[in-house]
Nanobody, 119 residues
Framework: EVQLVESGGGLVQAGGSLRLSCAAS????????IGWFRQAPGKEREGVSC????????YHADSVKGRFAISRDNRKNTMYLEMNNLGFEDTAVYYC????????????WGQGIQVTVSS
């Protein structure tokens, strides 16, 4: 059974930090590019950060560049999102995603985890 399980979310004050984790199982983690998406109330889901299957490139949306860092540990089948200097605009449900980097393409999602930034 394929599973992506997020952890590490919660309530944080503006300017604070959180580290999200996503533990993967049920598929060959090394074959997948991974990423984090988020969806704020009333808004569409947007891509935040992603990293290639072999760690040779990363991408961060302009809104989080310089504040967020994505990483992966292929030995632990786990991905991370380090979030610093959080602002109210970062409040959202965060989802981890795994997309196979070769055909056939498979795409998996976590269940989502809430991140709330307060004053």
């Amino acid at each position: 059974e394929v599973q992506l399980v997020e952890s590490g979310g919660g309530l944080v004050q503006a300017g604070g930090s959180l580290r999200l984790s996503c533990a993967a199982s049920g598929f060959t983690f090394d074959d997948y590019a991974i990423g984090w998406f988020r969806q704020a109330p009333g808004k569409e889901r947007e891509g935040v950060s992603c990293i290639s299957s072999n760690n040779d490139w990363t991408y961060h949306a302009d809104s989080v560049k310089g504040r967020f860092a994505i990483s992966r540990d292929n030995r632990k089948n786990t991905m991370y999102l380090e979030m610093n200097n959080l602002g109210f605009e970062d409040t959202a449900v965060y989802y981890c995603n795994a997309r196979r980097a070769m055909t056939p393409v498979y795409n998996y999602w976590g269940q989502g985890i809430q991140v709330t930034v307060s004053s």
